[in-house]
């Protein structure tokens, strides 16, 4: 890691602060990313999404572990923090705490919890699927941590907030008692229809109490974050700012109403954490060299049907373990690509195999994109990244070419380069494609750059001349070290 670390520095040390976001659909590695360059801050904060997002980063020891509420910075020992802008799940937080205790060998930073986040009662995902139920076909087919919700309520101003759990109890079950009172009507029209019974929606004092017995755990975590992280930054502090998802499933600038309910952009940092807006411009943003996504939506470089790719996944368990099943499966159909004569599904499902593409947080399949310049570019136009971060380059190695989309055509005309239809007609766009050369060797243990195969040279320069936005770290696995570092000039 040594020369890893000594490469980082120098892209990294003068900026007091960074950002990180996602750049499709989620999914695109932002948790390794930030693992990478925790070791250069003194705190880390995730400004946004929830226990629906999955942030995989893999230790030292070769230990998996899965930051849904907690940032990826803990594997580093520096200081973390669940700031305002995250919606708030106790219970799941617990046993992440307990998960990251076992992965970190008992060694864990300090963690702080913003004490007015939105927090989870039992009554959030009950609501959440009476919505998904009301939509019928048209439902956004959500991770189930009741995101949505969570937001909904705060909105609307009678959510519960962390710090209400040290209130007086009194006030606490009366604010409880508003909350039954608004979704009490939808839930009785669900008993009414069978869909859920009457038991199993507890009332408010069952809530106060299941709430109030897990609340000592956090009691003394629980705190001000904004003015931790404003302190932090005043003094000179380095601070790492963790987004969730990413520009596709933002509220308002990703492809709703298939969207999650957190800002994914970058503008959430300073939002998510209270830090002010020029204390969060340094961006990098993360993209997978093959978008994914999981759930609904329009997706216009999909390379096959989502709903078939999720279920073909999941009835094919066998071959996203290791072994020669998985082997011989990649093998026949490695050949096929390049012999021009793969399917859309076949494509889809080598890939899926490949990069064991299946949610970190559902295990739901994860269908493919084709690499997309101007879903890119428009992220670009939103969110202006002073950095890219590519990951699971590794996946296109010994794939002799890939289609790259670099353009939409929508009504025949050809949109600008960063313009983007509304999403209700985003899958209508007819993408404009080209061929690009890939490389046949694997690049697993390249160091450098200039230990790439020219292929994987080429199309990384290719890519940033498309993009305009240097590309500073290529990912070449999934463990730590598996990345390459390009200092700018
Ligand atoms: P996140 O939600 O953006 O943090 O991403 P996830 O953790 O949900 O999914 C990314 C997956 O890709 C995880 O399984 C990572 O271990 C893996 N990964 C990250 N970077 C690379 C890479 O460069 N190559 C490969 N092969 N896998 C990677
Ligand atoms: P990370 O941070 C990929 C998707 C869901 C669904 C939609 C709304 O790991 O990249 P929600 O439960 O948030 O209301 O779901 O968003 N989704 C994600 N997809 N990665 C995620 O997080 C996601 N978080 C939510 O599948 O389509
Ligand atoms: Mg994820």
Not at 401 to 428: A, F, H, N
Request: aromatic share 10%.
């Amino acid at each position: 890691m040594t020369r890893i670390y000594s490469r980082l520095e120098k892209i990294l040390l003068p900026f007091k602060t960074l950002v990180i976001i996602g750049s499709y659909w989620g999914d695109e590695g932002k948790g390794k990313i930030i693992d990478l360059v925790a070791p250069f801050y003194d705190a880390v904060a995730r400004f946004s999404g929830g226990a629906g997002a999955g942030h995989t980063l893999i230790t030292e020891l070769l230990r998996k572990f899965i930051g849904h509420l907690i940032p990826c910075g803990v594997a580093h020992k520096i200081m973390c923090f669940l700031a305002r802008g995250e919606f708030f799940d106790l219970a799941r937080f617990i046993a992440e705490k307990a998960d990251a205790f076992r992965a970190m060998d008992g060694k864990l930073p300090p963690i702080r919890i913003d004490r007015q986040s939105p927090l989870w009662t039992p009554w959030h995902p009950i609501y959440e699927s009476y919505i998904e139920y009301v939509m019928g076909k048209k439902k956004v087919r959500t991770t189930g941590k009741a995101i949505g919700i969570l937001s909904g309520f705060a909105k609307l101003r009678i959510s519960l907030l962390v710090g209400h759990l040290f209130m007086d109890e009194k006030d606490l079950r009366a604010l409880l008692r508003i909350l039954y009172k608004v979704c009490k009507p939808n839930f009785d029209q669900m008993i009414e229809e069978g869909i859920i019974r009457k038991r199993d929606v507890p009332g408010p004092d069952k809530v106060a109490k299941y709430l109030l017995k897990m609340a000592p755990e956090i009691k003394d975590d629980v705190i001000d974050t904004s003015w931790a992280l404003s302190n932090l930054w005043k003094r000179g502090k380095r601070i790492l700012l963790e987004g969730a998802q990413a520009i596709g499933l933002d509220p308002q600038w990703g492809t709703y109403p298939y969207v999650t309910s957190g800002n994914c952009t970058a503008a959430g940092a300073a939002l998510g954490t209270g830090l002010p807006p020029e204390a969060t411009t340094n961006i990098m943003a993360v993209f997978k060299i093959l978008p994914t996504r999981v759930g609904a939506g329009p997706f216009p470089s999909e390379v096959w049907d989502r709903d078939k790719a999720e279920r073909w996944a999941e009835k094919h368990p066998e071959l996203f373990e290791e072994g020669r099943t998985r082997n011989r499966f990649l093998e026949k159909k490695l050949a096929k690509i390049n012999a021009g004569t793969a399917t859309p599904a076949e494509l889809c499902q080598y890939f899926m195999v490949l990069g064991d593409e299946r949610g970190a947080t559902t295990g739901r399949g994860r269908s493919i994109g084709l690499p997309d310049l101007q879903w890119l570019r428009y992220m670009i136009r939103i969110n202006k990244p002073k950095f890219l971060a590519l990951t699971r380059f590794d996946m296109l190695s010994g794939v002799r070419s890939i289609q790259v989309v670099t353009g939409y055509k929508l009504d025949g005309r050809r949109l600008k380069p960063d313009e983007m239809p509304e999403p209700w007609r985003l899958g209508e766009v007819e993408v404009i494609t080209q061929t690009w050369r890939c490389w046949s060797e694997d690049i697993s243990g390249c160091d450098s750059f200039d230990e790439l195969p020219e292929g994987a040279q080429r199309f990384i320069k290719r890519l940033e001349k498309a993009l305009g936005v240097p590309i500073v770290l290529v990912g070449t696995g999934a463990e730590r070290d598996a990345v390459i570092v390009r200092p700018t000039a």
